[in-house]
């Protein structure tokens, strides 16, 4: 699997993408951790965005036999590169590990599910689809959001990473290909499928240590006349709502729209429009096309690009503030757990997201202060969360069990999530939404 990594480099980025890759861990452990240097554009990490200690892999839920066997942490260290302004998580952990078997699976939430049908829908009228067009979607999922093209008639691929999601995809009748996409891969796939009308990237930018490697895989994917969608997760609003939950070791960068063109721009991409969705939070979908057919710019990229620098995204200064406010979040979940155990209320979690592993582990917090935490996905039931050992029971258990609290780790699905656990205000309880604010309602 290394190898094919290695390979996956793009061939002109030089000796700074080679050395690059020093940093990077194998199976068989650490290589030389010597320099990290910016995937990007191979200066030299000498600033901290923000140190959250060590954290275990946050999908890596654990079953009860291995609860007494060791486990492995991983610097959760984001640097800020001061030359290319990338925020980055060094591949401390290459992508192959954490992707070839995945447990998330997209379907799992209605509100994601919706979120896919919107968009299908748009891009399909948009781009006027029919039956003699492709569209590719990398890191397909379990076809959450292509079942919407193949139910307009749309002909698809699905490119995805983890062999057991892209089977379920294609027991769906959705055609996937299980590959991690790189500059070698991208070429393939369109030599075997054809170059795609749309290529869709829903939540994978952020999700790649070979971000150079990824983006030629984009180009090569694409018609010449083609569009390239991505979303991802905006760094101008982790930082504002301070989601620092957000970085995990899935998330090897956290993207601006200055950094996002920058990293297209190695692939001769340019970026023609921007749209800011709700998702994860706060995102950013851009719309980026082969710089022959770019056309002209919208006036939704300067107005992006402006927020940006006004926010102080746009120097290195502009970073500096965010570990303080990740502090004041875990003084006050902490506060508020401990002073719930003090005076004898029961205090359990809603849904087991990887975001809530780094919230978790970096507070320190155990089933002394959350008894449990509960989730739909029947593939998380009967498990325990990493390095926590938080067990995972079905939703239903908070129904019996009537705690004075449910803490709610998926908060960037607050208003659904709101609705779903009404019910606990029969008997009194109520929820605890932990960032960018304790609250409690
Ligand atoms: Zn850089």
């Not at 609860?67 to 984001?78: G, I, K, M, N, R």
């Not at 379990?142 to 008639?153: I, N, S």
């Not at 996409?181 to 749309?198: C, F, I, S, V």
């Amino acid at each position: 699997m290394a190898m094919r990594h290695l390979a996956s480099v793009s061939p002109g980025a030089g000796r700074g993408r080679l050395s690059a890759l020093t940093g990077v861990c194998s199976k068989s452990g650490y290589l030389r951790m010597t320099t990290a240097v910016c995937r990007l554009c191979a200066a030299e990490l000498t600033e901290t965005f923000v140190d959250l200690g060590m954290s275990p892999l946050c999908e890596s839920y654990l079953p009860a036999e291995r609860l007494d066997s060791a486990e492995t942490f991983y610097p959760l260290h984001v640097r800020l590169c001061s030359s290319c302004l990338l925020v980055q998580l060094p591949a401390y952990v290459p992508g192959e590990d954490i992707f070839s078997d995945y447990a998330y699976f997209s379907s799992y939430s209605d509100s994601w599910v919706a979120h896919a049908k919107r968009y299908a829908d748009t891009m399909a009228e948009q781009l006027g689809l029919g039956p003699d067009s492709l569209v590719t979607e990398v890191a397909s999922n379990d076809g959450y959001l292509l079942q919407h093209f193949v139910a307009r008639g749309i002909p698809v691929l699905g490119v995805e990473p983890a062999a057991n999601i892209a089977e379920v995809a294609r027991s769906r009748g959705i055609r996937t290909e299980n590959e991690f996409l790189g500059a070698e891969t991208g070429a393939a796939l369109a030599a075997k499928h054809g170059r795609a009308d749309l290529v869709a990237g829903n939540n994978v930018y952020a999700h790649v240590p070979d971000l150079v490697g990824f983006t030629a895989g984009l180009a090569a994917l694409v018609k010449p006349e083609g569009l390239v969608t991505l979303e991802f997760p905006h760094l101008l609003r982790l930082i504002e709502r301070r989601q620092y939950d957000t970085i995990y070791h899935e998330h090897y960068q956290y993207l601006s729209l200055l950094t996002a063109q920058r990293a297209l721009a190695t692939a001769g991409l340019v970026v023609v429009d921007v749209e800011e969705l709700s998702t994860h939070g706060g995102s950013l979908r851009v719309h980026a096309r082969h710089g022959a057919a770019a056309g002209e710019t919208s006036s939704n990229v300067k107005s992006v690009l402006e927020a940006e620098a006004e926010a102080g995204l746009h120097t290195v200064e502009g970073h500096k503030g965010f570990a303080e406010a990740v502090f004041d979040i875990k003084r006050d979940l902490l506060d508020f757990l401990l002073t719930a155990r003090a005076e004898g209320k029961r205090v359990v979690g809603y849904g087991a997201p990887g975001k809530g592993n780094t919230l978790l582990n970096h507070c320190g917090i155990r089933a002394d202060l959350l008894e449990y935490t509960v989730d739909r996905s029947p593939h998380k039931q009967g498990m325990f969360l990493p390095g926590t050992h938080i067990p995972i029971h079905a939703p239903e258990r908070i129904a019996q069990d009537r705690p004075d609290y449910v803490l709610v780790l998926p908060w960037n699905l607050r208003t659904e999530l709101s609705a779903q656990l009404a019910y606990v205000r029969e008997w009194g309880g109520r929820l605890v939404f932990p960032i960018p604010d304790l609250e409690v309602v």
